[in-house]
């Protein structure tokens, strides 16, 4: 298992039909690497959180289509494999870290998979973790 800092880009624009293309056509045509993505509606906007492989040039690339800001994200690379997820969040618990979200990538059966993660300590959080 491999955790570092990360950070991750959220985008916040109109909810309406489209957006994920619009999104997803920027960064292809800059050449970035989409490497996390959560993404929900709430009432009348849709929030995107990114991990991309060239941040700088996503802020760029998608900053016209809406609000952007950048957080500090715990990035953990972990085997597929079951239990993995609940070794961490025990010792997420144990340490009485707070989680404000969390999400992750699919994989190949027992290859590596990623989670993305923000605390109310991601010091702690990371000292933790890795």
Known sequence: MKA???EELILTCDNKVGQLDALTSLLKEK???????SAYAYESKAVFRLITSDNAKAKEA???????EAKEVIIVEMQDEVGQLNAIAKKLKDANIDLTHIYGTTSKPHDSA???????DNNKALAVVA
């Open 4 to 6: 570092v800092k990360g």
């Open 62 to 68: 998608i900053k016209k289509l809406g609000s952007l």
């Open 114 to 120: 990623i989670i993305v993660f923000a605390s109310n």
């Open 31 to 37: 050449n970035i690497n989409l490497r996390g993505i």
